[in-house]
């Protein structure tokens, strides 16, 4: 039982390159979570999806994109990278019903620097 | 969501009794709260929530007062591995999906 898988673990990209983040969850979970954290803060929301088919603005959404392609996978997209977004990105899901008990499962983290 | 203050670092030796308290004395009626523990380069782990009294698990206790405006995770005869953050959050938990909202956390070191 993985439950949330991130790829890829580290990237190093240039100012203005594009990428994906690719997130996938085992559990079934309904809802599914895009946060970064730089060095010595909390983490922040991107985007979240409360399910299948919808996606929604979270607290630092400027400059990324987001698509839940299936209810397993939650991508999250730079479309032109810029050194703010040097961070590490966290995806996490939440089953509605199991959130009072087992709470959010994080991944393992994208470590992304932007020069 | 209301907001949480909690302490930015904490020592302790091995084998103690850790308290950490956090303060949110805006915390409305549906509110739960929630604690997290980070490890570095590791994404955070659910660890305990409550909503008032006591909660107990295998990993910690959670003490929320009456009037929920603060609450103290407990976490019994601490080893080196408890170094960690440790975020204290509060959520509404609704029919839908909720959103955390993550503070700088308390960054607990466990001293031989």
């Known amino acids: 039982n993985a439950g949330v898988t991130q790829t890829p673990k580290f990237q190093v990209l240039k100012t203005g390159q594009s990428m994906t983040l690719q997130c996938a969850q085992d559990m079934n979970h309904n809802s599914m979570y895009w946060y970064r954290q730089d060095p010595g803060m909390g983490l922040r929301l991107i985007y979240y999806?409360?399910?299948?088919?919808?996606?929604d603005k979270g607290e630092v959404p400027n400059g990324y994109n987001v698509s839940r392609l299936n209810k397993r996978e939650f991508s999250l997209r730079l479309e032109s990278a810029a050194p703010s977004q040097t961070s590490v990105y966290f995806c996490?899901?939440?089953?509605?019903?199991?959130?009072?008990?087992?709470?959010?499962?994080f991944g393992s983290g994208t470590r992304l620097t932007v020069v | 969501l209301a907001k949480t203050t909690q302490p930015i670092s904490m020592d302790s030796y091995e084998g103690q009794e850790v308290n950490i308290t956090c303060s949110h004395n805006n915390i409305a009626t549906n509110d739960y709260i929630t604690w997290y523990q980070q490890f570095p380069s590791q994404g955070p782990r659910f660890i305990i929530q409550g909503y008032k009294t006591k909660v107990t698990n295998e990993v910690a206790s959670l003490f929320i007062p009456a009037d929920r405006k603060s609450s103290t995770l407990s976490l019994p005869r601490v080893s080196l591995s408890d170094t960690a953050v440790y975020y204290c959050?509060?959520?509404?938990?609704?029919?839908?999906?909720?959103?955390?909202?993550f503070g700088k956390g308390t960054k607990l070191s466990v001293i031989p």
């Open positions: 999806s409360a399910s299948e088919g919808t996606t």
């Open positions: 959050l509060v959520a509404l938990s609704g029919a839908g999906s909720y959103q955390l909202t």
């Open positions: 996490a899901s939440s089953a509605i019903r199991d959130v009072l008990n087992y709470g959010y499962t």
